[in-house]
């Protein structure tokens, strides 16, 4: 994986690569979204709402990208520049014969349907398959967020079973349906780089 890129830049997006620079705005949309996210998520430590909270994950997240075991992105519009509007990560990166990581994504609720996720996710499956050498991507969605397993068919994810009990949101524990994607064009015998 060579080094990270500080942004990724779309038609209508820019992708900040997370930084404790951003404690401020990420922690305004934590905030702005603990409600609408609630459902999807696993409960959250009142520290995930403060700017302090937020520096501190962040400096974590920093840490774990240069480590090359994370990826994490900020997303903001064009018109917009300082303010957040949703988050992609990719973490668990395993390398060897594994050689995947796992996909989670979240966006502002005032933005959802104006296809700024989709927009997002393809440079970032695009920087995941090629400058990161990812062989494949896993996402785990629940059940019942048809919204975000028809994206994530849309980019090309295949649903591979259900995770049932996968994890305790929302007040109880909840079932996943299990999606993954694979580096398009990767040889069936291409060893892990």
């Given at each position: 994986?060579?080094?990270?890129?500080?942004?990724?830049?779309?038609?209508?997006?820019?992708?900040?690569?997370?930084?404790?620079a951003l404690?401020?705005?990420?922690a305004?949309?934590?905030?702005?979204?603990?409600?609408?996210h609630?459902?999807?998520?696993?409960?959250?430590?009142?520290?995930?709402?403060?700017?302090?909270?937020?520096?501190?994950?962040?400096?974590?997240t920093?840490?774990?990208?240069?480590?090359?075991?994370?990826?994490?992105?900020?997303?903001?519009?064009?018109e917009?520049p300082?303010?957040?509007?949703?988050?992609?990560?990719?973490?668990?990166?395993?390398?060897?014969p594994?050689c995947n990581?796992?996909?989670?994504?979240s966006?502002?609720?005032?933005h959802?349907?104006?296809?700024?996720?989709?927009?997002?996710?393809?440079?970032?499956?695009?920087d995941?398959?090629?400058?990161?050498?990812?062989?494949?991507?896993?996402?785990?969605?629940?059940?019942?967020?048809?919204?975000s397993?028809?994206?994530l068919?849309r980019?090309?994810?295949?649903?591979?079973?259900?995770a049932?009990e996968?994890?305790?949101i929302?007040g109880?524990w909840?079932?996943?349906?299990?999606?993954?994607?694979r580096?398009?064009g990767?040889?069936?015998d291409?060893a892990?780089t």
């Open positions: 994986m060579t080094a990270p890129p500080v942004e990724l830049l779309t038609a209508r997006l820019s992708l900040r690569a997370s930084d404790p404690a401020e705005t990420t305004d949309y934590y905030r702005r979204n603990r409600e609408a609630a459902r999807w998520s696993p409960p959250q430590a009142d520290a995930m709402f403060s700017v302090d909270g937020q520096r501190e994950r962040l400096a974590g920093a840490a774990a990208i240069g480590a090359g075991t994370l990826v994490g992105w900020w997303l903001f519009a064009h917009a300082h303010h957040a509007i949703g988050q992609i990560h990719l973490s668990q990166i395993a390398r060897g594994f990581a796992m996909l989670g994504y966006i502002d609720a005032a959802e349907g104006r296809g700024l996720m989709r927009e997002a996710l393809e440079a970032v499956l695009a995941a398959f090629g400058r990161v050498g990812l062989h494949r991507l896993q996402a785990n969605v629940r059940p019942e967020n048809l919204r397993l028809a994206l068919q980019l090309g994810f295949e649903r591979e079973g259900l049932r996968y994890l305790f929302d109880g909840r079932d996943h349906v299990m999606t993954a994607k580096a398009p990767w040889p069936a291409r892990p």
